[in-house]
């Protein structure tokens, strides 16, 4: 019968990576202390980047050469500390950090570990051949990989990568009402007014008249986000409304709707994209100064809507 871990596949493959180190540093314990040393091999990182140090190091400057986190390094030198192999002392240079070397027992020590890790580094070898003779290579791209693109942007990618904007088409005017109407509602305290109703009913109409568009984000064939790009003149558009299911609104399918009116308005050949917005809705702005919207008087075609705050222009 399959273990779980063989039906997890790929999903366990952290969980079996810690698993194997944790089996690696029990084994290595168990050969220190049948050697008759006091010393962990957990500490074999801190220590080893001691003993090749010619001048005593921070914290700070032991943790970013074998990359472990500042709290690590300072647990496993407290440890060697209690075993008093390391000495630590004030930094005279910066009173908020301090220097350690090792002390003289941990550099005597030194030359009882060494034949030991030459023992120790053949039986990994052959630990570490038996699943692939380039192993270490092989830990080194994926150790890279993880470093240059982190796993959870890659998830996030993949989710982003779901989302494909789509043009209006008539069957999609229900969609239209049930994403824009609830919110239109909450934003007018129930009170919508005839323009709003004539664009829940009919988006076609209130938006193309004008020679505007409307695009839908699509997320697993689910219509998830809109957003309605209005002509000004012959050289200014501005997108009018955009809204996203609160179900789905951290998969950056706002930044994917605005790149698709920022892509028609270049193919219109207009000069600019406008926006109107609430001071208070941070994130938005946050959102709207990444992709290069400034503050700027309003386009004489805008119709400044009772909750808007000000106006927004990008330059194209």
């Known amino acids: 019968m399959a273990s779980a871990f063989e039906i997890l596949g790929y999903l366990a493959g952290a969980t079996r990576f810690r698993r194997i180190s944790e089996k690696l540093y029990v084994d290595g314990d168990k050969i220190y202390k049948e050697a008759g040393i006091q010393f962990k091999a957990s500490w074999f990182p801190v220590y080893y980047v001691l003993a090749l140090s010619e001048s005593p190091m921070t914290v700070l400057q032991i943790a970013k050469q074998i990359d472990f986190s500042h709290i690590t390094v300072k647990n496993v030198l407290r440890e060697l500390e209690q075993e008093e192999l390391v000495s630590i002392e004030q930094n005279p240079e910066d009173k908020r950090s301090k220097l350690v070397s090792l002390s003289l027992k941990g550099q005597k020590l030194i030359y009882r570990l060494k034949p030991l890790w030459i023992s120790f580094s053949t039986a990994l070898k052959k630990v570490f051949q038996a699943g692939h003779p380039d192993f270490m290579n092989i830990l080194n791209r994926i150790d890279q990989q993880i470093e240059e693109n982190p ?148 386009h004489a075609g805008m119709m400044l809507q009772e909750l808007t705050k000000k106006a927004m222009c990008l330059e194209l």
């Open 151 to 298: 796993l959870n942007h890659m998830v996030s990618q993949q989710e982003v990568e779901s989302v494909l904007v789509v043009d209006y088409k008539p069957s999609l005017n229900k969609h239209f009402h049930e994403l824009a109407g609830p919110w239109l509602t909450e934003e007018l305290n129930g009170q919508l007014k005839e323009e709003d109703g004539i664009e829940l009913q009919n988006p076609d109409e209130a938006h193309f008249i004008e020679g505007g568009f409307l695009f839908y984000a699509k997320y697993k064939d689910q219509i998830v986000g809109y957003v309605a790009l209005k002509r000004l003149d012959d050289n200014a558009f501005e997108f009018a409304s955009l809204y996203i299911n609160p179900n789905y609104r951290n998969l950056g399918i706002d930044t994917l709707l605005i790149e698709r009116c920022i892509s028609r308005c270049m193919e219109n050949e207009a000069d600019e994209l406008w926006l109107q917005t609430s001071i208070s809705k941070t994130e938005a702005q946050i959102l709207y100064d990444a992709i290069g919207f400034v503050d700027k008087a309003p």
